[in-house]
């Protein structure tokens, strides 16, 4: 059986496809959210160093991996739009970039809330809070850039330098723990290690990533899909549609 690998790059397929998962992938965000706050925040024990001080964890550690996961996401959407001129590709990479923004202004704030206790200071300028930060700004400088151009494809390819060229931030905030003597403490979940935290906490962190990740599947989803309707409207396809909708609502009563 042969697969069609490059049946959703065309966006007509992919919009339909787009709408019958994002709800899906926002129910699945909301229940994964509700389950890991309630662990995290009822149920998790004290920390016997940090006490309840530590609970930031839960937003935000799994916001500083989306916001690192989301960037190579859009660096492999800029390659692939390099590559294979696909029109979808542009789509994502932008659809991407203001939920990856929001998740690393979510990290640095939370990071912010967890320092003050933890160091005594909102803000130093240690190697993983700078990358962090500099990751941030990547987001703002992708968003501003691509809304400066009004030429699509322009746009599209100078985004996708950015995007490109700045997932080499993305190792240097993960390793900057190892490479430099920070204050920021290391990683509490390996992949090759046993994990450093109790398993209720370790369950509350996992659920809270699993919602991070739906919700931006979702919210990535609808973006793309509202892209879709902005610079497809002048297609045959989409005419199409938009006048089946509408028999189907007028016959629906």
């Keep these: 059986m042969s697969i069609?690998?490059?049946?959703?790059?065309?966006?007509?397929?992919?919009?339909?496809?787009?709408?019958?998962?994002w709800p899906w992938c926002a129910w699945i965000a909301t229940v994964f959210a509700l389950w890991g706050l309630w662990l995290?925040?009822?149920?998790?024990?004290?920390?016997?160093?940090?006490?309840?001080?530590?609970?930031i964890i839960f937003v935000h550690v799994p916001a500083s991996w989306m916001s690192m996961v989301i960037y190579l996401a859009m660096g492999f959407w800029s390659v692939m739009g390099l590559t294979f001129k696909t029109r979808l590709s542009g789509m994502m990479t932008q659809a991407l970039a203001p939920t990856g923004a929001i998740f690393a202004a979510l990290s640095l704030w939370t990071g912010a809330l967890w320092g003050k206790p933890m160091w005594g200071t909102w803000w130093?300028?240690?190697?993983?809070?700078?990358?962090?930060?500099?990751?941030f700004f990547l987001y703002i400088g992708f968003i501003a850039l691509t809304s400066a151009i009004d030429d699509v494809k322009r746009a599209e390819r100078a985004g996708a330098l950015i995007s490109i060229v700045g997932c080499i931030n993305v190792p240097i905030i993960y390793f900057s723990v190892k490479w430099w003597n920070t204050l920021h403490q290391g990683a509490s979940v390996s992949m090759t290690q046993s994990p450093s935290m109790a398993r209720l906490?370790?369950?509350?962190m996992l659920l809270m990533a699993l919602a991070f990740w739906s919700y931006t599947v979702a919210i990535v989803l609808y973006r793309v899909r509202t892209l879709i309707l902005?610079?497809?409207?002048?297609?045959?396809?989409l005419r199409s549609w938009v006048e089946q909708a509408q028999g189907a609502k007028i016959n629906g009563g």
């Excluded at 069609?4 to 998962?21: D, E, G, I, T």
């Excluded at 906490?201 to 509350?204: D, G, K, Q, S, Y």
Aim: hydrophobic residues 45%; glycine residues 6%; proline residues 3%.
């Design 124 to 135: 130093v300028w240690d190697a993983r809070l700078t990358s962090e930060l500099i990751l």
């Design 201 to 204: 906490m370790l369950w509350a």
């Design 4 to 21: 069609h690998w490059f049946h959703y790059a065309a966006p007509q397929n992919f919009f339909h496809l787009c709408a019958k998962l």
């Design 40 to 55: 995290g925040l009822a149920v998790a024990p004290i920390d016997a160093q940090q006490g309840e001080g530590y609970r």
């Design 230 to 237: 902005q610079r497809e409207r002048d297609s045959h396809w």
